[in-house]
């Protein structure tokens, strides 16, 4: 891959989605001409090897394809990625999300102008298939350099984007942080992303970078919100990492890691009124059963007492209905005017690949 483009790589790993593929590329090819793509294939049994065949013809020395013989698992189809890299930066995105334009340019000028910075970071916003906002940006969001201790307390507190889709990477990032652990769960980027922050200053640019894609069936959407291993895993990493630390850095670490768990209780007491309204009581007794089997007694208590509740007075269920009817159309309303918001950007956008 010694090329004149070797200074940029994007890695899109991908698995079985070639019709929304091909527009990534596009969108990417549109950034500049001084980068290239590597396609990581988890395995595909669609059309993706044909789809990328076609660019590879078209922008020879710009983007290299490479399939797996059988599937990885994607942490490891991401590593597969990475552990292709050669050029002087990189940046990742998932096969159906989108980069701003002018991202790549200006997150790279970046770090050329500044030497000390491995990360550059951009906000992100999130849209649906029919191109309406689901997620505005980050409410807090502002432009400057912070140091690990700064980057890890907003990371974790979701004040900075908690995906790597707007952020662009110097290669020595890979050296000081390593790899992606691929065996800690469905929560394994973020832990890395972790590990990226408190090993390297950061650049945060108050501006879209990317726009990410949310689909019924994607990877994320299919994470269950109490994966009864994510404890265990959440003390696979700490173990692990904690002794690779500095002192200074395993007081940010003591400080901060344990944040990266979900709010179990406060998820638990939304899931277990939803699960009601859905009359699905195996779900329901599997919630009870996480909090006794993590040993969570104080909280195991109260969701119990929330479920006796909810049965004595099944009326609850008819205003839970109603609520849910009521913030639906509530959000209806907040993503029309945050869709307007971002009309030029979406625009944009779409005409990098139509």
């Not at 970046?110 to 997620?135: C, P, Q």
């Not at 590990?195 to 950061?202: A, D, G, T, Y």
Request: proline letters at 3%; a positive charge; one cysteine or more.
């Amino acid at each position: 891959m010694n090329n004149p483009y070797n200074l940029i790589t994007t890695i899109i790993p991908t698995y079985n989605r070639s019709s929304i593929l091909s527009k990534t590329i596009r969108n990417v090819l549109s950034q500049n001409n001084l980068s290239n793509i590597i396609i990581s294939d988890n395995a595909s049994t669609d059309n993706t090897s044909e789809v990328v065949k076609k660019f590879s013809q078209l922008y020879k020395n710009r983007v290299y394809y490479f399939k797996n013989i059988s599937n990885i698992g994607i942490y490891n189809n991401f590593n597969s990625g990475l552990k292709r890299v050669k050029s002087k930066y990189f940046n990742i995105m998932s096969d159906d999300d989108f980069l701003a334009p002018g991202f790549i340019n200006e997150s790279t000028q970046i770090l050329e102008n500044n030497s000390d910075i491995n990360v550059v970071v951009f906000d992100t916003i999130v849209i649906n298939k029919n191109y309406k906002v689901v997620a505005d940006r980050h409410p807090k969001y502002f432009e400057g350099i912070m140091n690990a201790g700064q980057s890890v307390e907003k990371f974790v507190k979701n004040e900075i984007p908690r995906t790597w889709t707007g952020m662009m990477f110097r290669s020595n990032v890979l050296i000081n942080s390593g790899y992606i652990d691929d065996d800690i769960g469905p929560y394994a980027d973020g832990y890395w992303l972790y590990k990226v922050f408190l090993n390297n200053k950061i650049f945060l640019k108050n501006k879209i970078g990317a726009i990410l894609v949310n689909h019924d069936k994607n990877f994320s959407n299919s994470i269950k919100t109490f994966d009864l291993k994510c404890i265990d895993h959440h003390k696979i990493f700490k173990e692990r990492l904690y002794s690779k630390l500095s002192p200074i850095n395993k007081l940010i670490m003591d400080q901060t890691l344990d944040l990266m768990l979900p709010n179990f209780f406060n998820l638990a007491k939304i899931q277990i009124m939803n699960l009601h309204y859905e009359k699905n009581f195996n779900d329901i007794n599997n919630l009870i059963s996480f909090f006794y089997k993590n040993n969570f007694k104080h909280h195991y208590l109260e969701i119990k007492k929330i479920d006796s509740f909810i049965k004595k007075f099944p009326i609850i269920i008819y205003l839970i209905k109603i609520l849910k009817i009521v913030n639906r159309s509530k959000n209806l309303i907040i993503s029309f005017f945050t869709t307007y918001k971002f009309k030029k950007l979406i625009s944009e956008i779409k005409n990098t690949y139509e």
